[in-house]
C-alpha cells in the first residue's frame, strides 16, 4: 500500500488519474515539499475540525474577539500620542508666533524718534500681531522694552495658564510662561 502524499487531503484521488497525477507533477515541481509523503514531514498533521473544543483546547484555534483585545490595547495608545502633538505643535506654534510678534514690534521700533515714541509703536505691534494670532488676548502679552548702546530690545512674556488649551493639557509642556526677544540696532 501507498503512503498517501500530501496532495491526498486537497481531494484528488491518487489512483492514477491522468488531471491528478499531471496535477501532482505540477505543484511537486513548483513546491518539492508536497512531493514527500506524509511520515517524512514529521509532525505535521492535518487539523480535524471535527474535534471537540475539549480535545484542542478553549482557545487554541477561536481566533474570534482578538481583533477587539489588540484594538483595547493599541487605540488609547494612539489617542494619546495624538493628544501629545497636538498639545506639542500648538506649543511650538504659539512660541514661534511669539518670536514673530517680538520681531515685528522691534522693527517697528525703528520708526520712532525717541523712546517714548518707540513705545507706541511696540505696543501698537503687539496688538496688531496678537489680533492676527492665537494669541487670546493682548492684555496676557507682557511687553517690555530695553535701550542701550545704540540697540533696542523688545521682550515679550505670554502666560500660557490663561490659554484653555494649555491649562488642560494633561502632558508637561516645556514651559507655562514663553518669553522671546529680539534686538535691533536704532543708532547710525
Known amino acids: 500500500m501507498r503512503k498517501p502524499s500530501v496532495l491526498g487531503h486537497l481531494g484528488q484521488r491518487d489512483r492514477g488519474d491522468k488531471d491528478a497525477r499531471n496535477t501532482h507533477i505540477h505543484i511537486g515541481r ?84 525717541d523712546s517714548t515714541e518707540r513705545r507706541a509703536l511696540v505696543d501698537q505691534s503687539v496688538a496688531a500681531s496678537g489680533a492676527n494670532s492665537l494669541f487670546t488676548g493682548t492684555r496676557t502679552i507682557g511687553v517690555s522694552t530695553t535701550e542701550s548702546a545704540g540697540y533696542y530690545s523688545v521682550t515679550l512674556r505670554y502666560d500660557l495658564a490663561s490659554v484653555p488649551v494649555f491649562a488642560a493639557s494633561p502632558f508637561p509642556l516645556p514651559a507655562t510662561i514663553l518669553q522671546r526677544s529680539a534686538v535691533v540696532r536704532i543708532g547710525a
Open 30 to 113: 513548483l513546491l518539492p515539499v508536497l512531493d514527500r509523503p506524509l511520515a517524512k514531514l514529521g509532525a505535521m498533521k492535518p487539523i480535524d475540525a471535527r474535534r471537540s473544543s475539549a480535545e484542542r483546547g478553549p482557545l487554541k484555534l477561536d481566533g474570534r474577539g482578538s481583533v477587539v483585545v489588540e484594538a483595547a490595547f493599541a487605540i488609547p495608545m494612539l489617542v494619546v500620542l495624538l493628544c501629545a502633538m497636538l498639545a506639542y505643535g500648538s506649543w511650538f506654534m504659539t512660541a514661534h508666533s511669539l518670536q514673530q510678534a517680538a520681531n515685528e514690534a522691534a522693527r517697528a521700533a525703528l520708526a520712532g524718534l
